[in-house]
């Protein structure tokens, strides 16, 4: 399925960047490699994708913890307590 979609976008002069692809597998899926172009694409159990953290058990406590975090960065003088 990547290779068509990689090959159908290069019609249209789009790439795949490999070195940002990843793979995120459910419990029932193959465990077998996945490769674009000779290059094994990562297998991952969570990343962030449009600004959000995704992972196969829709937990939401990483995600909180992360823009809490990002939050706390981007002002310091705020009000409220960032621990």
Do not use: W
Request: proline share 1%; hydrophobic share 35%.
């Amino acid at each position: 399925m990547l290779q068509r979609l990689d090959k159908e976008g290069s019609h249209y002069g789009l790439t795949i960047n490999t070195s940002k692809t990843k793979v995120m597998r459910n419990p029932f899926s193959s465990s077998a490699s996945v490769l674009l172009k000779g290059s094994q694409i990562e297998d991952v159990n969570e990343y962030v994708y449009l600004g959000s953290q995704l992972n196969m058990k829709n937990d939401m406590a990483g995600e909180l913890a992360r823009r809490h975090k990002a939050g706390c960065r981007v002002d310091r003088r705020t009000v409220l307590h960032c621990v």
